[in-house]
């Protein structure tokens, strides 16, 4: 037989380590912050800092300098396979979900059903940033078997603390709803993953921002599924962008007085929201906080976590449900299984014509922001030159 220009390419080896993750992810601006790379890590050798500033991910060994791995350079790949940020992860993870690419059309990704939907449960209602579904879910996923445990987000120091978030286990009731709400800073619930393995947990529920929760499908692709294995519930925050801690001290306090230890609640909608311990309520223009967007953010694609089970968001007329859209098989046995035994409540999500217009729109303006440079893959549906807003 003779090889033709038609025969298919021979597939190409994986060899690519820490040196190309920093070159191409990390120094590019494309890096999320996610942790995927450090979860992933079978020498330990990436760091991370939760701090203003930081949320990227830095070699812990100095004999090659910062950018070059010695186990990477005998053979470790592990990190680059994680990272849902290096070249072709958007068709690698769709093709593990859905066996399939999205298409130009399917802007805020692979779809089954598109739902509003809220908690039964008043205090779990009332406590949720929306609708209180992904609390619901947790619980629900808890009390039946599904998870034994739940990577979220939570305060440090409790609600007497700073407004700082962090990643944290929640493994029952009241820690998941201890977790509940939104913060818009970033909190990489990924990192919580060893105190999850540590305390024996097997069954792990990750919630996250759409940069999250591609991790998974992504490492299942790239054949280093032994990490993601524990996680077997993927749920997903629809998110344009996270801010810098920074944004309290800098604009909240030094400019409204708003101190972020008194900060009780915050949402944002079309404005930001605040509301204080001491009963006040506050609007600051979004405009305004733009300068502290986190450098992670500005070339994120995707508004919509397109690799969760389930995604969910709080747009539209509808603000007291939570948006819905559910993924895979699992997603919908889970949210047919709450509607069943009564613990949440649905209604189709074109009851509401205007969110699914503002969701089309938020992940037009997020895909445009993929720069042309980076793998092209991720720009299906793009026209060339089509510019971000950021
Ligand atoms: C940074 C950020 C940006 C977002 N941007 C948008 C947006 O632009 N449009 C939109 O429609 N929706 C956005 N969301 C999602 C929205 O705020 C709600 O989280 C979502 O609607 C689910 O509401 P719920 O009532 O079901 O969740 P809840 O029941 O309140 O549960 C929320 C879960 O999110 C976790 N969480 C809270 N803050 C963080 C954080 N900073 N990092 C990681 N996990 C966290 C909590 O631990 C909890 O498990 C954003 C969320 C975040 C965290
Ligand atoms: S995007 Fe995530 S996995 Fe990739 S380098 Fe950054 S922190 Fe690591
Ligand atoms: S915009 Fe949201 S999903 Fe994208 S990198 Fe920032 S925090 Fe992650």
Known sequence: MTITEDAPAAKERWTFQWKELH????????????????????????????????YKPFHLEDELGPDNCGHGEKGCTSCTRACPRFRAWEPQ????LFGRSRTADEVFGVAKDVLLVRAADDHVYETGQDGGLVSAILIWALENGYIDGALVSGLE??????????????????????GAGSRYTYSANTIAYDEARDQGLSNLALVGMSCQTSIGPVMWSRKVGKVSKPIKLNIGL??????????????????????KDQIQKMN???????????????????????AWTREGCNHCPD???????ISTGGIGD????????????????????MLQDGVIEAKPGDSDPGALKLLRTLAERS????????????????????????
């Open 367 to 390: 895909r445009a922001r993929w720069p042309e440079w980076a793998a092209a893959e991720v720009r299906v549906g793009l026209k060339a030159g089509a510019k971000a807003d950021h």
């Open 23 to 54: 070159e191409e992810v990390i120094t590019s601006g494309l890096c999320t912050g996610c942790a995927g790379c450090v979860i992933a890590c079978p020498h330990d050798v990436i760091g991370y800092k939760h701090e203003p500033g930081q």
């Open 318 to 337: 509808a603000t007291d449900w939570t948006l819905t859209i559910v993924r895979t098989d699992l997603g919908r046995e889970i949210i047919m299984r």
């Open 157 to 178: 120091g409790g609600s007497d603390g700073g407004w700082k978030a962090r990643p944290m286990v929640a493994t029952n009731r009241d820690e998941v709803l201890a």
């Open 238 to 259: 629809l998110c344009s962008k996270s801010f810098d801690d920074s944004l309290f001290d800098e604009l909240f306090a030094l400019k409204y007085g708003l101190q």
């Open 303 to 309: 508004f919509a976590a397109e690799h969760a089970d």
């Open 268 to 290: 944002i909608k079309g404005v930001f929201q605040v509301w204080m311990k001491d009963g006040s309520y506050h609007e600051i223009n979004l405009k305004e906080c733009h």
């Open 93 to 96: 993870a769709d093709e593990h």
